[in-house]
């Protein structure tokens, strides 16, 4: 599991934070003497839903050496009785990992469970340019660039996913993702394949729209580096979609402007692709109310439709 803690200022006691995969979390106060710690809330346990346990997966990046982790969750059976759909849920910036042994991470959130208990294989890993890595693995591999290496690690992981998994139906993939994930799936769906759909959440789809504090330490400064920019933009790569899209933001959102997904239907709609497109009036970066429920079950029927 994973701990994260937080000190008292005297440093003789500490808040300690503890999940699972599997287990929600628990919030305790510890002595730093180490003496037992005292429970002060835990959440309710999962035990009794049977929850899928996730297989943890070692692969190589598209170099052939580096070791990306990634996390398999297997169906006890297919929707189609045949080889098995999968989902490929993404993040794979440098803000975030998804496969990590962590309450609501990569393919164990509830969501993915659900779908993985009505018979899709749910697929994540962490490609270079996330965290938790050290810099090389992180920084210095998307350096000037946003999307390319990233989706030749997804792309090399999932062939060696499918050859050690003959079960899974290579022709029934699709990839989804919030953010950064929006984009990775946005970016995916412009350059490859290998993807049948893709649901695109917030996505950034230009970085010049985005705030210069976070894109300017990966791609540089516009003025300087502006072909960083240029390779990384969506919009103009419209005519190149391949697969289904669902394209969803917030108008409101304060962290990925919905100019992104704008200028993106602007672009499908002069490159004459169909595709289908959500906003959720007045809701930010994290869609909340009866309007995430909303967004689930259009995820799922979405996904459904395209995969069985």
């Given at each position: 599991g994973t701990h994260t803690v937080k000190f008292a200022d005297d440093g003789q006691h500490y808040a300690d934070m503890y999940s699972a995969n599997l287990i929600p979390p628990k919030r305790s106060v510890c002595a730093a003497a180490g003496s037992p710690c005292y429970s002060l809330w835990e959440s309710r346990s999962v035990a009794q839903y049977d929850w899928l346990r996730p297989t943890d997966l070692e692969l190589k990046a598209a170099d052939g050496t580096l070791p990306l982790y990634g996390q398999l969750l297997m169906p006890t059976q297919s929707p189609s009785g045949g080889k098995i759909p999968l989902i490929v849920e993404i993040y794979g910036g440098p803000a975030g990992q998804t496969v990590r042994n962590t309450w609501g991470a990569g393919v164990t959130d509830p969501f993915e469970e659900m779908m993985a208990q009505e018979g899709y294989a749910i697929f994540s890993v962490d490609n270079r340019g996330t965290p938790n890595r050290g810099r090389d693995f992180m920084a210095s591999a998307i350096h000037h660039q946003f999307g390319s290496v990233e989706l030749k690690d997804q792309l090399a992981a999932l062939d060696q996913l499918f050859r050690q998994n003959p079960s899974l139906d290579n022709s029934r993939v699709c990839i989804w993702g919030w953010s950064n994930g929006g984009s990775m799936t946005m970016y995916s769906l412009l350059h490859s394949k290998a993807y049948k759909c893709g649901v695109a959440g917030a996505p950034v789809t230009d970085w010049?729209?985005?705030?210069?504090?976070?894109?300017?330490?990966?791609?540089?400064?516009?003025?300087?580096?502006?072909?960083?920019?240029?390779?990384?933009?969506?919009?103009?790569?419209?005519?190149?979609?391949?697969?289904?899209?669902?394209?969803?933001?917030?108008?409101?959102?304060?962290?990925?402007?919905?100019?992104?997904?704008?200028?993106?239907?602007?672009?499908?709609?002069?490159?004459?692709?169909?595709?289908?497109?959500?906003f959720y009036p007045g809701k930010t970066h994290g869609v909340t109310g009866d309007a995430r429920i909303h967004l689930f079950h259009m995820v799922r029927d979405f996904l459904e439709e395209n995969l069985r």
């Amino acid at each position: 599991g994973t701990h994260t803690v937080k000190f008292a200022d005297d440093g003789q006691h500490y808040a300690d934070m503890y999940s699972a995969n599997l287990i929600p979390p628990k919030r305790s106060v510890c002595a730093a003497a180490g003496s037992p710690c005292y429970s002060l809330w835990e959440s309710r346990s999962v035990a009794q839903y049977d929850w899928l346990r996730p297989t943890d997966l070692e692969l190589k990046a598209a170099d052939g050496t580096l070791p990306l982790y990634g996390q398999l969750l297997m169906p006890t059976q297919s929707p189609s009785g045949g080889k098995i759909p999968l989902i490929v849920e993404i993040y794979g910036g440098p803000a975030g990992q998804t496969v990590r042994n962590t309450w609501g991470a990569g393919v164990t959130d509830p969501f993915e469970e659900m779908m993985a208990q009505e018979g899709y294989a749910i697929f994540s890993v962490d490609n270079r340019g996330t965290p938790n890595r050290g810099r090389d693995f992180m920084a210095s591999a998307i350096h000037h660039q946003f999307g390319s290496v990233e989706l030749k690690d997804q792309l090399a992981a999932l062939d060696q996913l499918f050859r050690q998994n003959p079960s899974l139906d290579n022709s029934r993939v699709c990839i989804w993702g919030w953010s950064n994930g929006g984009s990775m799936t946005m970016y995916s769906l412009l350059h490859s394949k290998a993807y049948k759909c893709g649901v695109a959440g917030a996505p950034v789809t230009d970085w010049r729209l985005y705030d210069s504090t976070y894109t300017e330490r990966y791609l540089g400064v516009p003025k300087d580096k502006p072909k960083s920019y240029e390779e990384s933009a969506m919009p103009p790569l419209a005519e190149h979609l391949n697969g289904s899209l669902l394209l969803i933001h917030g108008t409101s959102d304060d962290n990925v402007h919905v100019q992104n997904s704008i200028a993106m239907v602007n672009s499908l709609i002069n490159a004459k692709k169909q595709f289908r497109l959500m906003f959720y009036p007045g809701k930010t970066h994290g869609v909340t109310g009866d309007a995430r429920i909303h967004l689930f079950h259009m995820v799922r029927d979405f996904l459904e439709e395209n995969l069985r």
